[in-house]
């Protein structure tokens, strides 16, 4: 991955999950040596790094907040408008925000429509299974606070398989 880069933007998004800006600008200081501008890229390993750092020395629910708090920072696409459009938008946006965008470098989002009130997203990155249910919770609950995301059981990159799949279902009520 050393060649390939994040948008600062979806970078900043560590900012927002931590309650103290000491913790979170020493940890942008130590990882990326600088501050974080937003229209630059900066390289995915060191992304990596900082959220390892969080999931070792801050925790899983740490990790899954810089998630969450992606689709707030990170570029994203524009033509979304239910739970169903953003869940399909979020590879759309990991492109967006990574250079080079090619998901044969940097993997993928995978989105597939079970039915009605049910979706799966398989994720083959580098990112941790923490962040990308959280990137995946924070996304879907800006449409529908109702939806339900789960790991899915089985294949898991924490445990050496190359992707893990989210399970996501929308409650009616």
């Given at each position: ?137 924070g996304a879907a609950k800006s449409f529908d606070k109702a939806a339900r995301i789960d790991h899915k059981e089985g294949l898991c990159r924490k445990r050496g398989d190359n992707k893990c799949v989210y399970e996501i279902e929308t409650i009616k009520l």
């Open positions: 991955m050393s060649d390939t880069k994040a948008l600062g933007k979806s970078i900043n998004s560590i900012i927002e999950a931590f309650t103290s800006d000491k913790l979170a600008e020493d940890l942008i200081e130590e990882s990326f040596g600088s501050e974080i501008q937003p229209n630059e890229y900066y390289p995915v390993d060191a992304f990596l790094g900082a959220l390892e750092k969080i999931e070792k020395e801050y925790g899983e629910l740490v990790l899954k907040s810089v998630g969450k708090n992606v689709m707030k920072h990170a570029a994203w696409p524009s033509n979304i408008n239910d739970l169903e459009s953003v869940l399909k938008s979020i590879d759309q946006a990991y492109q967006m925000n990574h250079q080079p965008s090619d998901p044969s470098v940097i993997g993928s989002y995978k989105f597939e429509k079970i039915d009605d009130d049910s979706y799966t997203i398989t994720a083959d990155n580098p990112y941790p299974c923490q962040f990308d249910l959280g990137l995946i919770e």
